[in-house]
Antibody, heavy 119, light 107 residues
């Protein structure tokens, strides 16, 4: 069974940086297509970023240039480095697996980690 | 970007009712549509892919249909566990985009 467990969320001031992690079990992160999806409080789902097994990365325009997705193969984890945080980045951040590079639905989700950007 | 529009935003229904949720894409996405269920305080749960294919373990009272720009999610007989918010998602092109959600609440 695939399990994804996020960590690293918290309260951060505008302009600050935060690094989220997603620990995988039941799957090898580096061999899968992984993604981050966020949900602002009381709002809908928003795709943030994806990384493919070959290393290709994709970003939503709203985070391009500020966020960076990566993997730690030794730790079997997915990460999201978030810089230049803004109030509008406040959200629950979910780690999710994409089924494949062309079938880009999210078939497994973590429980989420909450990021609050506020002074 | 492809915009996904769901309707209605809220739906009031009773146990046993048949409910239909609509999702419209701003341009054709062929069958590149997925559906998710999200209960309060929980992560989304994957339900349907390629517009009409049920994920393993999803109850058969759920069904999806459509292609091109117009899609529907139908729950044939609403069960207590089905009261939740439902999202469609297009995966035809990046950026991946979701509909705004449809909350199915108890009448």
């Amino acid at each position: 069974e695939v399990q994804l467990v996020e960590s690293g969320g918290g309260l951060i001031q505008p302009g600050g940086s935060l690094r989220l992690s997603c620990a995988g079990s039941g799957l090898t992160v580096k061999n899968n297509y992984m993604s981050w999806v966020r949900q602002a409080p009381g709002k809908g789902l928003e795709w943030v970023s994806a990384i493919y097994s070959g290393g290709s990365t994709y970003y939503a325009d709203s985070v391009k240039g500020r966020f960076s997705i990566s993997r730690d193969n030794a730790k079997n984890t997915l990460s999201l480095q978030m810089n230049g945080l803004r109030a509008e980045d406040t959200a629950m951040y979910y780690c999710a697996r994409l089924y494949s590079s062309s079938s880009r639905w999210f078939d497994s989700w973590g429980q989420g980690t909450l990021v609050t950007v506020s002074s | 970007d492809i915009q996904m529009t769901q309707s209605p935003s809220t739906l009031s229904a009773s146990v046993g009712d048949r409910v239909t949720i609509t999702c419209r894409a701003s341009q054709s996405i062929s069958s590149g549509l997925a559906w998710y269920q999200q209960r309060p305080g929980k992560a989304p749960k994957f339900l349907i892919y390629k517009a009409s294919n049920l994920e393993s373990g999803v109850p058969s009272n759920f069904s999806g249909s459509g292609s091109g720009t117009d899609f529907t999610l139908t729950i044939s007989s609403l069960q207590p566990d089905d009261f939740a918010t439902y999202y469609c998602q297009q995966y035809n092109t990046y950026p991946l985009t979701f509909g705004g959600g449809t909350k199915v609440e108890i009448k």
